[in-house]
C-alpha cells in the first residue's frame, strides 16, 4: 500500500461531503463546458488542503526573506518571517539588528518550531551582519567578504501550495512569490493548484562567503498545472525594459490576472477552503476567495473605477471598467483602497482595496466577478494575451538567450513523479 492510499480514501469522502457544493458551484457558470470544469474542479479542490497539509511532514528548515520596509518595526518585520515571540523579545535588544534600515532584505533560517536558527541581512555591499542561535541566546558578528552571483536551479512537486513546495526545496518566498507573479495570467495560484502539479526555476543567488546572502530575479521557471507546461524566460529587450516571455517569444502577460487576490504565504493556505454562503446563494454569479481580513486585492487588469462605495449585499465594493466590454467587481471589502473613486485610472496589479466581510457575507472572503457587457462570465475561460511579443528583429538575440535557459529546465523537468508512489 503506498503511504497516499489513506489520503485518497480521505479525499473520496471529502469530495462526497463537499458534492452538496458542486451544485452551487455550477451555477455560476453561463456555458455547459464551463459548468464541466467547475464541476470537475471542485470535486478535486478537497483532496488538494486539508487533507494533505496536515498529514505530509513538515520540513525541518524553513528559509525566508523579507524586506524591511519604510515604516517597519524589528518586531513586525521577525513576526513577518515567522520567529517566535520569545526570540523576538530577545532579538529586539541585539544591537545588530537595531541597524536595519528600509530596503534592507533579511535572510532567516527558522525551523518547524519557530525558533530562529540564523539571520542574516546585506549591512553593505560585501558585509553581512549575522546573528546566530547559541547554547544562551544569540551572538552576532560582522562577515566581509566579496558578494558573488550564482545561478541556482531547483524544482519541486506542490503537495499543498506553492509555499509548501518552496519550502521544501529551499526556495525562498521573494522566489516563489516571483514564480507566482510570472505565471498570474495563466494560473490562479489559489484555485488552480492540485497535487502532482510541478515546477522548476532557475534564479540568481547573491553569495557571500559561501553563504545565500539573498536572491535575486527569475532567469527562467516552468510551471506544470494540471498536465499543462507553462515556460517563462526573462528578457530584457534592446529599446529597454524587460519581461517574461515563453520560448517562442510571446509575452507571459495577459490582459487578467487569474486571481484578483495577493499570493502570499497566508493568503496561499486559504485557496481551497470555502465558505457557506455559498451553498445557499442561488443566483451566485462570481468566484469567492476565502482569506484573511486585509489580505490585499490587485486590479485584474488595466481600467477604471466605475464605482468605489457601499453597494447591498456586496457591502463595500470596487467595480473596474475595463478596455471592451469588460468590467470586474471585488466585494465584501473591509476597506476600500485609498484613492479610489469613479474615474480613477488603473493599472494591472495596483491595489484596489482589502479583503473583509462587509455586505452579505458569513466570513473574510472576496467576491470577485467577471462580467462581459454586463452580464456574469466565468473568469477562468478568458485568458486575452496583453504583452507585446518579443520584437522580430530581436528574436535571434532572444532565442541565444533563451536557449540555455530552457536546456536547464529540461534537465529540471525530469518527472519527479515516481517519488510520490
Ligand atoms: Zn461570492
Not at 496536515?54 to 518571517?81: C, H, I, K, M, N
Not at 529586539?92 to 528600509?102: F, G, Q
Not at 524544482?155 to 514564480?179: K, M, R
Not at 473568469?379 to 528583429?393: D, F, L, T
Request: charged content about 20%; cysteine-free.
Amino acid at each position: 500500500m503506498t503511504p497516499y492510499a489513506p489520503l485518497r480514501r480521505a479525499a473520496l469522502v471529502a469530495a462526497l461531503v463537499f458534492s452538496g457544493m458542486v451544485l452551487a458551484v455550477a451555477a455560476m457558470a453561463p456555458s455547459p463546458e464551463a459548468e464541466a470544469t467547475l464541476l470537475r474542479r471542485s470535486v478535486v479542490e478537497p483532496v488538494a488542503l486539508g487533507v494533505t497539509a496536515s498529514v505530509l511532514p513538515a520540513p525541518a528548515l524553513y528559509v525566508r526573506e523579507e524586506r524591511f520596509q519604510r515604516g517597519d518595526t524589528l518586531a513586525g518585520l521577525l513576526s513577518r518571517l515567522g520567529v517566535t515571540a520569545e526570540d523576538t523579545r530577545r532579538l529586539i535588544r541585539m544591537p545588530a539588528l537595531r541597524m536595519l534600515r528600509p530596503g534592507h532584505v533579511v535572510t532567516a533560517e527558522v525551523d518547524a518550531d519557530g525558533d530562529a536558527l540564523r539571520l542574516s541581512y546585506l549591512a553593505a555591499r560585501d558585509t553581512q551582519m549575522v546573528v546566530e542561535r547559541a547554547a544562551d541566546g544569540f551572538n552576532a558578528r560582522q562577515l566581509a567578504a566579496p558578494l558573488h552571483t550564482q545561478t541556482v536551479l531547483r524544482e519541486g512537486v506542490i503537495q499543498s501550495s506553492l509555499f509548501a513546495a518552496t519550502d521544501a526545496a529551499g526556495v525562498p518566498d521573494s522566489v516563489a512569490i516571483q514564480i507566482a507573479d510570472i505565471f498570474a495570467g495563466d494560473v490562479d495560484f489559489h484555485r488552480d493548484l492540485r497535487r502532482g502539479d510541478r515546477f522548476a526555476v532557475v534564479y540568481e543567488q547573491h553569495f557571500l562567503a559561501g553563504r545565500a546572502v539573498h536572491s535575486g530575479r527569475v532567469l527562467a521557471a516552468e510551471f506544470v498545472s494540471q498536465g499543462r507546461a507553462l515556460r517563462a524566460v526573462h528578457y530584457e529587450r534592446a529599446r529597454g525594459g524587460s519581461g517574461y516571455y515563453a520560448p517562442d517569444g510571446s509575452n507571459l502577460r495577459k490582459a487578467f490576472l487569474r486571481s484578483p487576490l495577493e499570493y502570499t504565504r497566508i493568503s496561499s493556505g486559504f485557496g481551497m477552503r470555502r465558505h457557506p454562503f455559498q451553498r445557499s446563494w442561488r443566483a451566485h454569479t462570481g468566484v469567492d476567495y476565502a482569506a484573511p481580513t486585509g489580505t490585499r486585492i490587485r486590479a485584474a487588469g488595466d481600467g477604471r473605477v466605475e464605482f468605489a462605495g457601499f453597494k447591498g449585499g456586496y457591502g463595500n465594493a470596487v467595480i473596474l471598467r475595463h478596455r471592451g466590454q469588460y468590467s470586474t467587481l471585488y466585494g465584501h471589502l473591509s476597506r476600500v483602497a485609498p484613492g479610489m473613486r469613479r474615474g480613477t485610472r488603473v493599472a494591472q496589479g495596483d491595489i484596489v482595496g482589502y479583503v473583509g466581510s462587509t455586505g452579505w457575507a458569513t466570513g473574510p472572503h472576496l467576491h470577485y466577478e467577471f462580467q462581459v457587457a454586463g452580464r456574469a462570465r466565468n473568469p477562468y475561460a478568458i485568458a486575452m494575451p496583453a504583452g507585446e511579443p518579443v520584437p522580430a528583429a530581436e528574436l535571434p538575440a532572444f532565442r541565444r538567450r533563451a536557449e540555455p535557459l530552457v536546456a536547464r529546465l529540461e534537465l529540471l523537468a525530469a518527472p519527479p513523479l515516481a517519488r510520490l508512489e
